[in-house]
């Protein structure tokens, strides 16, 4: 069964730093998106993007964040300079087009990033 | 604007009993409902979602959710728990679109706990 798949598991990094979250999304999907779940807090949404831009973005998604989709498989997710609240688990989902029975999304099992 | 309430925090079942995990949502149009189950360290997986039609949806691994629109209710069931399911359960709601506005709202979430 296809899946979305999201590489590092897990990763730290320091405050200050960049990081690049990495998803890779169900061959034949066309949306996608990335959400994000702080500990013991609600799944939120931060991003949706299609045909190469962003089609909607949350109060979350400030200039710190930004997406790519650098080549054909690969969906990216860049924090500029990490900052403390930044830790969370970060969630990759991709949807498909057409009929209702595609219109669910696929999420990834998501990358756990902690800021120190 | 969308919303969704997951009123219990964490429910405690005996293996083999009933379950009924309760899930109220706000939306100004035709939502399309979902229910998640999160297993430790693990991703988001759907259980079973409610586009449109019978109001009454199976789901995978024995569940089932009804959709009542009077009450704005999409409350999960499963007659009989299994120990392999305790897990983290989210309730989301989203846009009745198939279109690039996937933008899901999640409830808080219930934790599930099985005692044997």
């Known amino acids: 069964e296809p899946e979305v798949t999201q590489t590092p598991s897990h990763q730290v990094t320091q405050m200050g730093q960049e990081v690049i979250l990495r998803c890779v999304p169900i061959s034949n999907h066309l949306y996608f998106y990335w959400y994000r779940q702080i500990l013991g807090q609600k799944v939120e949404f931060l991003v949706s993007f299609y045909n190469n831009e962003i089609s909607e973005k949350s109060e979350i998604f400030d200039d710190q964040f930004s997406v790519e989709r650098p080549d054909g498989s690969n969906f990216t997710l860049k924090i500029r300079s990490t900052k403390l609240e930044d830790s969370a688990m970060y969630f990759c989902?991709?949807?498909?087009?057409?009929?209702?029975?595609?219109?669910?999304?696929?999420f990834g099992q998501g990358t756990r990033l902690t800021v120190v | 604007a969308q919303s969704v309430t997951q009123p219990d925090i964490h429910i405690t079942v005996s293996e083999g009993a009933s379950l009924e995990l309760r899930c109220n949502y706000s939306y100004g149009a035709t939502p399309y409902l979902f229910w998640y189950v999160q297993s430790p360290g693990q991703g988001l997986q759907l259980l079973l979602k409610?586009?449109?039609?019978?109001?009454l949806v199976q789901g995978i691994k024995g569940f089932e959710a009804e959709f009542k629109r009077s009450q704005s209710s999409f409350n999960l069931r499963k007659p009989s728990v299994h120990w392999s399911d305790a897990a983290e359960y989210f309730c989301?709601?989203?846009?009745?679109?198939?279109?690039?506005?996937?933008?899901?709202?999640f409830g808080k979430g219930t934790l599930l706990t099985v005692n044997p």
């Open positions: 989301a709601v989203g846009p009745y679109s198939g279109g690039s506005n996937y933008k899901l709202t």
């Open positions: 989902a991709s949807k498909g087009q057409g009929a209702s029975s595609n219109t669910e999304a696929f």
């Open positions: 409610y586009f449109s039609g019978d109001t």
